[in-house]
Each structure stands twice: as C-alpha cells, then as structure tokens.
C-alpha cells in the first residue's frame, strides 16, 4: 500500500463527524470530588516536597493532609444527604465510577481511618530525640543504605521523610476509587495507584531497617504477581463479554444483552472465558483482603512494615479491597452465583480456620495481629457469601467496625519500646498491666473486640456477619466461624492473662509517653469500639441504607 492510500486512510478516519465532531466526555465532578481532593492534595504535597525549605515540610504536609481528608470526607457526608447514596445513586465518568450507597460508605470509612492512621504516622515523641532533633517511625534519609555514613548524616542532620505523607494520600485516592470502580479498567487503575505507595510506605522503617525493606520487596513482588492475574482475568472477561463494563457483563452473562459485535460472536459463548476469567480477577481481590491461600506476604509485611503503616494498611487495604469483591460478585456476576458460592465457601472455611490456627503459634505481636487479620477476612467473607441486601449490609458494618480496632491495636503496639524500638516480642509484653495499666486495659479492650465479646464492635459485627450467612444458607459457615472464634478468642486472651497476671521483668520494655496524635488515635479507637459494641443499631441501620448497588 502506498504511503498516500494510508494517509489518506487515517487522515478520512480521524476527520471529525458530520453531526458536530468530537463530543467531550462529561464528567460529573461534584460526586467525584472526595476522589479529586485527595489527589489534588497528593500532588500538592509532591510540590510541598520540591519546594518548602525542610523546617517547615513536616508541619505542612501534616496539615495539608489532615485538611485534605476532612474535606473528603465533608464532600462524602454532602453526597449522601443529598441522595446520592440512595434515590440519586448513578453511575458518573462515562460509565467508569459508581456513586452509590455502599461506595459512599466504603469511601467514609476508608477516609476515617485514614485521617486516624495519619495520626499515627505524624506521631514524633516515641523514640529519644536524635541529636537534639524530634524523630518519627520512619527513616531519616530512605535512599540511603542501612548502616551507612550517608545514612548517618541524615539521622545527625535530623532530616525526616516528609513524602511519606504524599504517598499516603495517593493510596488513599486509588483505595477510594477501587470499591466505586464500574468497568475492569477503572478497577485496574485504582488497584495499581493505591499498591504502588504502599510498597514504598513498607520500606522505609526508621529501626529495623533491611527487615522493612525485605517486606516491601516480598510485597512487591507477590502484589505484581496478583495484579497480573487480575489483569488475565479482565483480558479473558474482555474476550467473553465484548466489553470491561460491569453493567454489560453482567448482561452477557445472565444473557439479556441485545447487541452482539459481530467480531465478538464466536467467543461470546465461552463459558471457559467467563468462568476462568472471573476466578482470575477474584484471585487478584483475595489477594488483597490476605485470604487463603493468597495470604502469605502477610505476616511478612505487617511485621516489617513501619507499625503506623502496618495499620493503615491492614484497616483501609481491606475496606477498599471487599468492596470492590462484593461489587464484582454482587453487579457482575450474580449470574454465576452458583458456580462461585461453592468456592468462596472453601476460601472462607480454610481462612478463619487457618488464620485463627496458626495465630496460636505466634511470638511476635505484629505477626500475631497479622495472622488474626487472616482469619477476620474469613469472617467477612461469611457475609460476602450470603448474597442478600443483609449480607451487604453486615460486610459494611464489619469493615466500619473491624478499621478503627486495627488502627488502635497497632497504635497501642507503637508505645511499647525497649532500647531497639518497638518490643513486639510477646515475652516483652509480660506484666504491661502492672507497669502500665491504663495502656494494658486499652489493648485489653482491643483485643476482645477482635475476639468479638460482647458490648464490643467485634461482637455486634460477627453477630451481623453470621445472622446474616445462616439466613442466606450458610448455616455450616457460621458453624465453622463459631469454633474460629473460639481459637482466636484462646490467643487475645491469652495475651491479656500475660499483661496482667505476670511478673514484668526488671530489664522489660517502657512504655513511650505519646503526642496528643497518637492519644487521639488510640482514643477514638476505644470510643467506637465501646460505641459500636454497646449501641450498634444506627450504624447498622445506616448499613441497611447504604447496602443497594446501582447497576
């Protein structure tokens, strides 16, 4: 072919149309702003990095933050007073974001439990000043080696890395994104941009500086080999459904679409496509909710990564994460149910199980915690699988719940050091409750609320996650969960009798008075779980709401 027949070819293609030319999308950016103003402030805090002399970067950022995820917040609270969560629930950006009642509620939480781990993260009185000069749990200079001189005249120049809270509103953008995503590409994006900073969060622990960084390495890798498979399973769903749009998917798949492309007609059919391409994308989303077997980066991680960050991830990571599952399972594929309840049943049994087993045989405290974060994704996975508005409802309710625990919990674990840092040893922990009540009783309470006793969140959560699997047929799930609980409730409380019925050991760890940040956090942890566990009717009511997906 000449070269003028093809120009001709692409200069007649790109010419603009009879009826009026390019048609610019339209956005809706009101009902996307929670979204827009936690990138923009991320980007602003890029340029806060290149630009504020260094003095004042630590304060800057803290508060552009911290303004940053309230007005989020503030922007989800408009929404949905305005109906967006209900009678005004859409679908905006071209077919891309669902604006609907379990995406505002999942946004909400995720946002709360940012603002609360960003606490965390700002926290500067744990460790001893370092030549005269405040320091926080992460690395002075993150570039430099472990160990060396370059490393050390940082840490002497007192230089803290500020970026860390940049990367962390960036996650937040993409963890916002990621259980409103309508279409496997809008899913894709958000997965990529909520990972990527938290493989850079995981490697930058001031102490313990090569176990932190082995952890993001570890996460690295088996995170880009989950977004592989999740990638596969959107090519195969492409190559079934002819589109990445859930709406259209779900159409092909319970088999009222109207249109068929003619070039898709041939494997629009395949059931192989289908079947292989939905367990590959769902393979991608167990991943990050840590269920089994995709769980095994993290006790790893959660032990390495700088503790604020171990709680940040565990609490938001998972919100977004079961979101964007009950989304696809819910709006895509609630035409295959019975071909995907059977396995979701086995991944939920093997979960709480295996989570709330090996727990028992944990040292560490950070590894416990991970382990016990395990088998909580078994227990909500039990709601995810009842497939009623109930089921949607208690999941919400659950993660609500479950975040501001593990945020408190890892809080609680920054406090108690010993001249190495953080003492996360269990034996450290021997006689806490004599030498530090007060911060004992708080972890107490932590700790029973992850058992699910009564008159705590944990309780009023698995009560709402387990009435709801035995009402969608479930009955040996809840069964199965029942006897995880009691194995895991056997390792809280076996914590709980080490604090407070041991002897504390002469050379044992101190507990680091905190900054007003990390009482606030811990603080409002203990408050929502009292309040959670002991009046949980308006927040489950406020669930019931938010549990209908726009389709």
């Known amino acids: 072919m000449s070269t003028s027949a093809v120009h001709s070819l692409w200069t007649t293609v790109a010419a603009p ?104 993260f700002a926290e500067r009185r744990l460790d001893p000043d370092a030549h005269g000069k405040r320091v926080d749990s992460f690395a002075a200079q993150a570039a430099s080696v472990p160990g060396s001189d370059s490393e050390k005249a940082a840490v002497k120049a007192g230089f803290t890395t500020t970026e860390v809270f940049p990367l962390a509103l960036f996650a937040i953008g993409g963890m916002l994104v990621f259980p409103a995503a309508n279409d496997l590409l809008t899913l894709f994006v958000a997965l990529e941009v909520f990972s990527l900073p938290l493989y850079l969060l995981c490697a930058v622990a001031r102490r313990k500086r090569l176990m932190s960084q082995e952890a993001a390495v570890k996460y690295f890798l088996l995170g880009a080999f989950s977004s592989a498979f999740l990638l596969f399973g959107i090519a195969l769903m492409y190559g079934y459904a002819g589109s990445v749009s859930y709406a259209r998917i779900a159409s092909v798949v319970d088999g009222t679409v109207k249109q068929i492309d003619p070039a898709l007609a041939d494997t629009m059919g395949s059931d192989a496509l289908l079947l292989i391409g939905g367990a590959m994308i769902l393979m991608g989303l167990l991943f990050k909710v840590g269920a089994v077997p995709f769980h095994m980066w993290t006790p790893d991680v959660y032990q390495g990564a700088p503790t604020p960050v171990t709680g940040f991830m565990a609490a938001a990571t998972k919100v977004a994460a079961f979101g964007a599952m009950l ?8 035409g295959l149910r019975w071909d995907w309840r059977p396995v979701m049943w086995a991944i939920a049994i093997v979960t709480m199980l295996g989570g709330a087993i090996v727990a028992i045989t944990q040292t560490d405290i950070k590894r416990l915690l991970a382990y016990s974060s395990i088998a909580h994704a078994g227990f909500i996975l039990a709601g995810v699988i009842a497939t009623t508005p109930d089921g949607i409802s208690s999941v919400l309710f659950y993660l609500l719940a479950y975040s501001f625990v593990t945020i408190g919990a890892f809080a609680v674990v920054t406090l108690v050091r010993d001249a190495g840092g953080e003492a996360t040893h269990l034996s450290k922990w021997a006689g806490l409750g004599r030498r530090s009540p007060l911060v004992a009783a708080v972890f107490a309470v932590f700790l029973l609320a992850f058992a699910g006793i009564p008159l705590t969140s944990g309780f009023a959560g698995k009560f709402a996650v387990f009435k709801a699997a035995a009402e969608g047929g479930a009955g040996a799930l809840v069964v199965v969960g029942v006897i995880s609980s009691a194995i895991a409730a056997f390792f809280y409380i076996r914590v709980i009798v080490l604090m407070f019925f041991s002897e504390p050991k002469p050379e044992g760890p101190t507990v680091a008075v905190p900054s007003p940040l990390t009482m606030v956090a811990i603080g409002v942890g203990v408050a929502v779980t009292l309040v959670l566990g002991v009046a949980p009717q308006y927040f489950l009511d406020l669930a019931g709401q938010a549990g209908v997906f726009v389709r």
């Not at 936690?38 to 552009?64: C, D, I, N, W």
């Not at 989800?76 to 969560?85: E, K, P």
């Not at 974001?97 to 909400?108: E, N, S, T, Y």
Request: net charge neutral; glycine share 8%.
């Open 327 to 334: 989304r696809l399972l819910y709006v895509v594929l609630p």
């Open 17 to 120: 149309s009879a009826e009026g030319g390019f048609t610019a999308p339209h956005i809706e950016y009101a009902q996307l702003s929670p979204t827009l103003i936690v990138v923009g402030a991320a980007v602003l805090g890029v340029l806060v990095e290149a630009f504020v002399p260094r003095k004042a970067r630590y304060y800057t950022q803290l508060f552009l933050s911290v303004v940053a995820i309230t007005a989020a917040f503030a922007a989800i609270v408009a929404l949905a007073a305005g109906g967006y969560g209900t009678t005004k629930a859409q679908i905006a950006a071209e077919g891309a974001i669902a604006v609907d009642g379990p995406a505002l509620f999942l946004q909400g939480t995720i946002l709360l439990a940012s603002l609360i781990a960003v606490f965390t």
